[in-house]
RNA sequence: GGGGAUGUGGCGGAACUGGCAGACGCGCUAGCUUCAGGAGCUAGUAGUAGCAAUACUGUGAGAGUUCGAAUCUCUCCAUCCCCACCA
């Protein structure tokens, strides 16, 4: 018998299938259930493809040939994301003009791909960079723009310096380019936008009825970013107009102490005359446009801002007057531009009022109850410090009340005092000071020797807890750990001291009789951010903070303020690129008619050569005049074109669509063909597009539904990501740490089908994964043990030849396991858990070692039930060892006999108190009382039941019978 | 700071709705085969104690629910990913 030699066998078989089309093409004709399983295609880098991609692809083509095999009609398509701004970069590097190192890398890919045994319908290949394609790309500019989708605005942009493009929100994430990893500026420009925040509900709404990972639908709501809140407006002194702000924590706004407007805020320019301080303003203003948003949001950074002097806002609720100011903390883009400042229930209005010194006014408290509670605590304590100030007592109070002052958090827990004298003096002189007061001693207790706690009370209930302070008397006579626990951690004592300091200054400055006014002003540390009950908000106090949102905002919707207000952090798509290697926007400029469309039937506008095609700022595409000039569309007067090109993501945002109907060259796709073959029934690919190409593709998609061109709105039903691969040192694969792994080379040492196993079997596919070029070797093994089972199978029965290969269902112990094995198989593709389902083959593989002779007819199965794993070994056993005519993959996927699934017998484990003692051979399905007989009959049982009282018996079925016992 | 995950032998990982923890594979150990080699074969392989049968411990740490917890609940720790002044 040959030996197993992958190169041959697979150099032979993918030379068949390529000979055999009829394989793997989606058939048009057919009336088969259809089931399009798609791969995110590739971008062809110069790198080659990458084991990454190889995880992928092989899942989706086993699942592909899982499909077919099952009778379905599949589509499976492969293409290539070919414009965009590495392919320009590399051009740009070694000179050669990107088109060509495009081709040269498609094709490489293409080789590689190959090499695999991927079943993928060549016929449908495309390419985004050909005419024919982004014709199709400039078509739905034209049907964005149509629809009033697509728009020219100025406005401040993402700017890289090193790419000198424009990008996408998407792509400057953080202020940092996402292909240089440049610090991105921002520029004043025009530009073309989609409108995709129209969709921003629907966005989030389409979520709930797809089947993708949790955390990537999660990651794409927070990226729309929906807030419901309300907006309203505040009156400036002296004019008519006013500021709009806009918030999620209404209930909070009598507490606003002052408001901010970003520097970019129009209403600055209106109220320009009134402002007293202009100059000083416009300075900061100046500043603020300079920085970029690197250097604007960097972390902890302090807050600055100006007060706009000579102004101030009226607060509609309370009509109380309050400054304004103007600060980069606040963000142009986002709400109104211009917030209400709550710093105490805001930590960054809590930070900016810190800083200069604004007043900080309580309006919401956990517990509305223990507010007051708190309030009476306050005076008591107020009381003791003064008295003990007298008798110069030196103590700290700590614990909770001191954290809670800090923390400006008023809480049930915290409504004591406790107090720690610094020194066995000071305690004896403040029991004195608090009976003195009219506390009443309630509890000693004596901590060690020397130290003791009491507790004291006085008669509207606040309890006093008067301790020692342990380490000041020597650490040794206590428990340190044991202090910790009773006083907290050392850093609230600290915080405790400094509070007093505070505490002391407020009593002196705030002698004021109203009780519920608390100036939290001296509070440092954090700020009480949730919701809650409010206080010191006039009739709205005492209610929850979501009822008094709910009547704010109707009293500001009554009144005319303004009202209930949902906004979105998403915003529109900016498609500009002033670069070459792209798709130009198909649109016109002329001197009368401004911006028009081309025609329709003048699709595509070709890329044009240019000499140079280095980025300058502008578009190098205005270096070449001939595709500049042109005549308007509408007048026929000369006119320009558009100089730019469209981000590379609108060509990738429809090409799952281009599949179904590749060649077309009216449509981009033919409506027969998007409803034969869409949507999508599974996308596999991975998950640094959570929110890019996969937000965008849902956004055409919903664009094509509004506006009539498909019956569908999500185009991928089910999405799941593969893990990435690591190296095998833990890292990152990068070509400068010198550790990645070329499949081309595990292909040429192994074999594509070990590859390909290997890939599978590392893991959950979408965990991520470690490369261990060690472990390969196992799944080598296993398909060199499958191709020497057909020895077994040479002796076997003569009546059973490959031709008539013997009776399915036979019922011995090893058919049984093939049909388990079947069975397990099966469901494991259908939940794409292909690490198990080789595992179970595996199995198998050992067990079928065992057999001296093997039926003819169990060895097929195994084989069909591995083809789609292992295609090419598959398809040289079935042709070649078994003799078949056709292809395995015009074979049936196998049905399993439920009977020889059932086992007869089974082991039932017996427990006594929840832990097996033994495990007996029983009929399945035995019944509780029969298998209680039989337990107890067990001598290891009967040692530990002897003598006992059976209190309970706990009895799953098939499973295990537990015995309740008494110790 | 917010969100999402993850944590099981020397390693990758199994364990369905709570029911034999460590399947399967790598590695390792011993033996066989071979001129040799290993990408062959056989047996063993969580830890501790024991010649052994066996017993006890054990799924990041701690508590809880339960006859029974890797799985459920709470608290904490560690690692990774994503977002981040979004009012």
Request: glycine share 6%; charged share 30%; hydrophobic share 35%.
């Amino acid at each position: 018998m040959p030996k197993y030699n992958p190169k041959k066998i697979e150099r032979k078989w993918q030379k068949y299938w390529a000979e055999h089309p009829e394989l793997f093409e989606a058939d048009e004709k057919s009336e088969k259930e259809k089931f399009y399983c798609l791969d995110m295609f590739p971008y062809p880098s110069g790198d080659g493809l990458h084991v990454g991609h190889v995880e992928g692809y092989t899942a989706s083509d086993i699942y592909s040939r899982y499909q077919r095999m099952k009778g379905k009609n599949v589509l499976h398509p492969m293409g290539w994301d070919a414009f965009g701004l590495p392919a320009e970069n590399y051009a740009i590097k070694t000179g050669v003009h990107p088109d060509k190192s495009t081709h040269q890398n498609i094709k490489n890919f293409t080789g590689q791909i190959k090499s695999l045994g991927l079943s993928y319908d060549w016929k449908r290949e495309i390419d985004t960079s050909n005419p024919g394609y982004y014709k199709w790309t400039q078509w739905f500019f034209l049907f964005l723009y149509k629809n009033g989708l697509a728009y020219r605005k100025k406005a401040k942009v993402n700017w890289c310096g090193s790419c000198q493009t424009v990008l996408a929100n998407e792509q400057a994430e953080g202020g940092i380019c996402e292909r240089c990893k440049n610090e991105v500026i921002q520029k004043d420009l025009e530009q073309w936008f989609f409108k995709i925040t129209d969709f921003a509900e629907e966005l989030i709404e389409g979520l709930d009825k797809i089947d993708w990972p949790q955390s990537t639908k999660i990651a794409q709501k927070n990226w729309i970013g929906k807030s419901v809140g309300a907006e309203f407006e505040l009156r400036i002194t002296n004019y008519e107009s006013g500021i709009r702000v806009y918030t999620t924590r209404l209930d909070t706004v009598y507490g606003m102490t002052y408001a901010v407007v970003s520097p970019e805020h129009p209403i600055i320019e209106k109220i320009k005359d009134g402002i007293e301080n202009y100059k000083e303003v416009e300075k900061y203003i100046n500043e603020a446009k300079r920085k970029t948003d690197l250097e604007r949001t960097e972390l902890q950074k302090e807050k600055t801002g100006v007060e706009i002097k000579g102004l101030r806002v009226i607060n509609p609720f309370t009509d109380k007057e309050v400054p304004i100011f103007v600060a980069d903390y606040v963000l142009s883009t986002y709400g109104t531009g211009a917030v209400m400042a709550v710093p105490a229930h805001d930590e960054r209005d809590f930070e900016f009022a810190k800083k200069y010194n604004l007043p900080i006014s309580q309006s919401i408290t956990l517990d509305f109850e223990s507010y007051e509670k708190t309030i009476k605590v306050l005076e008591a304590l107020k009381e003791i410090y003064n008295e003990a100030q007298k008798e110069n007592v030196k103590f700290w109070l700590l614990g909770g009340l001191a954290n809670a002052f800090y923390a400006g958090i008023v809480y049930r827990e915290h409504d004591d005092l406790d107090l720690i004298a610094r020194d066995p003096a000071s305690q004896e002189k403040m029991i004195a000071v608090l009976e003195k007061l009219g506390f009443e001693k309630i509890k000693e207790k004596k901590l060690t020797e020397k130290l003791t706690n009491f507790i004291f009370k006085n008669s509207n209930g606040i309890e006093v807890d008067i301790g020692p302070c342990a380490w000041e008397y020597g650490l040794k006579d206590c428990d340190f750990e044991e202090e910790i626990k009773t006083f907290g951690d050392y850093q609230s004592l600290v915080l405790s001291r400094k509070f007093l300091i505070n505490l002391k200054n407020y009593f002196i400055k705030n002698r004021s009789e109203e009780k519920d006014k608390i100036d939290l002003s001296y509070l440092e540390g954090k700020v009480l951010t949730e919701k809650g009950f409010l206080v010191n908000s006039g009739k709205y106090s005492g209610l929850s903070s979501e009822k008094a949102r709910e009547e704010m905002a109707v009293w500001l919707e009554k009144n005319n303020f303004g009202g209930r207000k949902t906004t979105y952090k998403i915003r529109d798509w900016l498609i500009s690129r002033q670069r070459y290697w792209g798709s130009p926007i198909p649109m016109i400029y002329c001197e009368k008619c401004g911006w028009q469309p081309v025609s329709e039937k003048d699709l595509p506008v070709l890329l044009p050569e240019v000499k140079d095609y280095r980025p300058k700022g502008t578009s190098p595409l205005g270096t070449n005049s001939d595709f500049v000039n042109t005549v308007c569309p509408k007048c026929g007067a000369a006119a320009k074109r558009e100089l730019d090109t469209m981000d590379t993501f609108v060509c990738s945002s429809w090409y799952f669509f281009r599949f179904s109907d590749p060649k077309n060259e009216k449509e981009f796709a033919g409506k027969e063909k998007i409803e034969k073959w869409l949507p999508v029934d599974l996308y596999i690919g991975g998950a640094e597009h959570t929110v890019l190409h996969l937000l965008y593709s849902r956004f055409f998609t919903k664009a094509l539904h509004r506006h009539g061109r498909i019956d569908f709105d999500e185009p991928f039903k089910k999405l799941r990501h593969q893990g990435i691969v690591i190296a095998e040192d833990g890292r990152k694969m990068s070509k400068s740490l010198g550790n990645v792994i070329n499949p081309d080379e595990i292909v040429k040492e192994y074999g594509a089908d070990v590859l390909r196993l290997y890939e599978m079997f590392m893991g959950p596919l979408e965990d991520m994964k470690r490369w261990n070029t060690s472990s390969i070797i196992g799944l080598r093994r296993f398909l060199e043990r499958v191709w020497r089972l057909e020895e077994k199978t040479q002796s076997t029965n003569t009546q059973n030849t490959k031709q008539n290969p013997g009776p399915k269902t036979q019922n011995t112990k090893i058919n049984s396991l093939l049909h388990k094995t079947i069975k397990k198989v099966t469901e494991d593709i259908d939940n794409l858990r292909f690490n198990t389902a080789i595992s179970a083959m595996m199995i198998l593989v050992n067990e079928m070692e065992k057999e001296k002779e093997l039926p003819i007819i169990s060895y097929q199965l195994l084989n069909t039930i591995l083809s789609p794993f292992a295609p090419h070994m598959a398809e040289e056993i079935w042709q070649e060892k078994l003799g078949r005519k056709e292809s395995i993959f015009f074979e049936k996927w196998p049905e399993y006999d439920p009977k020889l699934v059932q086992d007869e017998e089974i082991m039932l484990i017996i427990q006594v108190n929840g832990k097996v003692r033994d495990q007996i051979k029983v009929p399945s399905g035995v019944k509780e009382e029969e298998a209680k007989k039989l337990a107890l009959e067990s001598q290891k049982i009967i040692k530990y039941t002897e003598g006992k009282d059976i209190r309970k018996i706990i009895f799953v079925k098939d499973r295990l019978i537990n015995f309740v016992i008494t110790h």
